[in-house]
């Protein structure tokens, strides 16, 4: 099985004198003996913050689908397979298996550094040690939500083609999970001076996120993790929620600032996985560099959904709105999930358009960007979040503004019309508009993996299963405040509180940062709520709450008669 080949050959992230973020330098083939050195294991350390752009990048489809609040446009072949849930297909998804491989080379990695400090002690060893145990940690928390007990599991490095599978329970998992974030949580400094190095409140934050995902296993499995129940879970990660919110860390007060490429490393952010705009080290997933998640959410916004005619002063692709790729459609559900008065449905969902084309000379905006001299051009489409009838169309089109509601996108039931899987809203959370051409494909944007909105969320559903909604009202209410257009609107009470409620919220505050899929699994609603809320997901069936094992790693096994598909999968 080629799961867990020691890579010499990564890039690695080394920092600068005069910076103060991770950048990278490409260094070649590294001699193993080198790892074995502090400057080694460093540099082997380092690695990792560049392989978790890959990760982040899987997240973005495999955190996503099959979900109530997505669906699949029609270019996303990956988004298409996982909403569908085909079984004969899934097992050799490329979205999967590459999702393993990246997965699995880290963890081999992280295995090997944690090893050589088993064995040598350095000035940096305490550091070391805890950014290895969470990168280990975190890879195998996903691994083993992503697989359950038809993952591979092994805490040993090799520097050869490993051909025996090993799988095992899912406790064994947490166990090796746990003890790892704690030791990364004692390890780690509480603060740095380099945006995108691990910090001790990150590792609380990580921890207090696998608690809740735990907290979906019997009583069984959460005893033999090392903790004593379900209650002692929940109050460990309510504590540790709290510990964050009292941090230094602060919710800011404008909601869509927290995704701007130009406020990045801002007071909210705990870790986010970093690019750069200097794109000789913006090595990446995609094969330009960069990060491609600015892409995915992204339709066809030069036509109308309810014409399919070409939008006046509107040209398909702009820095400023965005590479087209129509890979994930939000679903009607999501749309109308969020009231009028929440701030917090405008930062996520484009809705309005200006034009890109300038008028007065007939040549286009080279900058992409609908303003001149600090103010906006005229609107040309518009995609409200309700039906429009015919009158209003027409009264919309005589002022030059092509309209396309609701019933224009969406059938009644709540699948995307044919032609509106191209031609739908934009979640605005990964635009990149420092991108310097409109068909650039890399981004240069840090992706966000933890941020102090989730805490209260957390500390919120651990507050509820404790029994006292009270609490989990005020963390909901404390996180809406900055959400509330009227200070005296979106009220929440504890009568409110329940998991549907919690899990509505956790969609209008964390839609999009690839959580969703993990939210349904570890809730136990994934079959629910996809039943009730998307109607291209009404095959998924419960078993798919893990995904296949890759069948291009069970063909490489020599065991296979005991390293076994997840069950459901042919």
């Known amino acids: 099985m080629k799961t867990n080949i020691l890579y010499l050959t990564l890039f ?38 560049y392989q978790n752009r890959f990760i982040v990048e899987d997240m973005g489809e495999l955190g996503t689908y099959p979900s109530d609040i997505f669906t699949f446009s029609v270019n996303g072949n990956n988004a298409i ?20 491989k990246d997965l699995y080379e880290g963890v081999n990695n992280v295995n090997f550094g944690l090893n050589v400090l088993s064995e040598n002690t350095f000035d940096s060893s305490d ?49 090796l999970i746990l003890d790892d974030i704690d030791n990364a949580i004692s390890k780690l400094p509480a603060s740095t001076s380099e945006n995108g190095r691990l910090t001790s409140i990150a590792a609380k934050a990580m921890k207090a996120r696998m608690l809740l995902a735990l907290a979906g296993y019997s009583d069984d499995v959460i005893a033999n993790s090392g903790i004593t129940n379900k209650n002692a879970l929940y109050t460990e990660s309510k504590q540790l929620a709290d510990e964050v919110i009292g941090s230094d860390f602060r919710l800011l007060d404008d909601y869509e600032s927290i995704f701007d490429v130009y406020n990045e490393g801002n007071i909210e952010i705990i870790w986010s996985v970093q690019f ?24 066809n ?6 014409t399919q005619e070409v939008i006046p002063r509107m040209y398909g692709h702009s820095i400023y709105y965005g590479r087209e790729y129509r890979h994930h459609m939000m679903t009607k559900y999501f749309l109308t999930l969020f009231d009028e008065e929440d701030f917090r449905r405008d930062a996520t969902i484009q809705t309005v358009w200006y034009a890109l084309w300038n008028e007065s000379n007939q040549q286009e905006d080279a900058e992409g960007i609908p303003f001149r001299n600090g103010i906006r051009t005229d609107t040309v489409l518009f995609k409200p979040l309700y039906s429009v009838d015919d009158m209003t169309a027409e009264q919309y089109a005589a002022r030059g503004i092509a309209i396309d509601g609701l019933n224009h996108i969406y059938n009644t039931d709540g699948t995307p019309k044919t032609a509106a899987r191209s031609w739908y809203h934009t979640m605005k959370k990964y635009l990149d508009p420092s991108r310097v051409v409109p068909k650039e494909e890399g981004s240069h944007k840090d992706v966000i993996e933890l941020r102090l909105g989730e805490q209260y969320l957390i500390a919120a559903e651990s507050a509820h299963y404790l029994g006292d909604d009270m609490a989990a009202a005020r963390y909901i209410d404390n996180l809406r405040v900055r959400a509330r257009k009227n200070p005296d609107g979106l009220p929440v ?57 890759p069948q291009s790693e069970l063909d490489k096994v020599t065991n296979r008669d005991m390293f076994k598909q997840n069950p459901g999968y042919n």
């Open 301 to 306: 916004y030069n036509k109308s959904a309810r």
């Open 12 to 49: 690695l992230l080394i920092t600068t004198a005069c910076s103060d973020s991770l950048e990278e330098d490409p260094k070649g083939k590294l001699n193993e003996n080198f790892l074995t050195t502090e400057d080694g294991l460093n540099s082997l350390v380092l690695s990792q913050y």
């Open 81 to 100: 397979q996982l909403t569908k849930g085909n079984t004969s297909i899934l097992p050799s998804l490329d979205i999967i298996s590459n999702t393993w």
């Open 127 to 175: 550091i070391l040690e805890g950014e290895l145990s969470f990168f280990r940690a975190w890879y195998y928390f996903l691994i083993v939500e992503t697989w359950g007990e038809g993952a591979h599991f092994t805490v040993e490095p090799t520097a050869t083609i490993a051909t025996e599978g090993k799988q095992t329970t899912i406790d064994v998992f947490y166990a």
């Open 493 to 549: 009470n504890a009568s409110d509180i329940n998991i549907d409620f919690i899990l509505d919220e956790r969609a209008r505050e964390l839609g999009g940062e690839r959580l969703r899929w993990f939210d349904l699994k570890r809730t136990h609603t994934l079959g629910t709520r996809l039943q009730e809320y998307n109607p291209d997901a009404e095959n998924i069936q419960d078993f798919q709450k893990l995904r296949p094992v």
């Open 276 to 299: 750069t705009d200097n794109n000789i080290f913006n090595t990446g997933p995609v094969d330009s560099g960069g990060s491609g998640l600015h892409r995915y959410w992204v339709g």
